[in-house]
């Protein structure tokens, strides 16, 4: 089934994300702690795929209060259920919990792609192909797209890479 995660620290641009692959602002929001494995935001159908996208609870590099290690174990389990997975950074700020975040998808062995989001605010746009590099050093990733979620720039090839990468037949709600 096509059952995508999106990941990242906050702040990097997911829900903005979301609100772009779906066209329309229907991202599901809560203020309770995230303890549940998934937190659906939004489903995208084109033609007979759907997919699903869903958000995994907040991972919180401080393991020591119960609730954030509550909350980094559901993470690291949604991660395992899901098909693929989408990882959100900013360009040019690379941080420990982003680290931390491809830790984790490296331990689930799921297929990711690398979204380089905020390209937006990168003035000299030659910064951008060292960082690329160093980032897509760390990991296999399936592909690597530098993107601007409020700019709505490289959207499409995202839905591409993902319907690209899925199971042949992709659950379908009639
Ligand atoms: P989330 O916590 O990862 O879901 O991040 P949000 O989607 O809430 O975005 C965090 C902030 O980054 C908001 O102020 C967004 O307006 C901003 N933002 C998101 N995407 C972009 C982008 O592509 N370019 C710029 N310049 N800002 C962005």
């Given at each position: 089934c096509g059952l995508i995660a999106i990941v990242g620290?906050?702040?990097?641009?997911k829900s903005t994300l979301m609100n772009q692959i779906l066209g329309q602002k229907i991202s599901i929001t809560s203020k309770?702690?995230?303890?549940?494995r998934h937190r659906i935001l939004g489903i995208h159908t084109e033609g007979n795929d759907q997919v699903i996208y869903v958000d995994t609870p907040g991972l919180h590099k401080?393991?020591?209060r119960a609730i954030n290690k509550l909350m980094n174990k559901a993470a690291s389990s949604a991660l395992g259920d899901v098909e693929m997975v989408l990882f959100v950074v900013e360009a040019m700020k690379w941080h420990e919990d982003d680290e931390m975040v491809l830790n984790k998808i490296k331990r689930s062995k799921q297929p990711c792609i690398l979204l380089i989001n905020k390209?937006?605010?990168?003035?000299?746009?030659?910064?951008?192909m060292p960082f690329l590099q160093e980032i897509g050093a760390k990991h296999k990733f399936e592909e690597i797209i530098p993107i601007s979620a409020e700019k709505s720039t490289n959207i499409e090839p995202i839905k591409e890479t993902v319907l690209k990468f899925l199971p042949e037949n992709p659950f379908f709600f009639p």
């Open positions: 620290r906050p702040n990097v641009g309770k702690p995230q303890t549940t401080e393991e020591k390209v937006d605010n990168i003035k000299n746009k030659e910064e951008l």
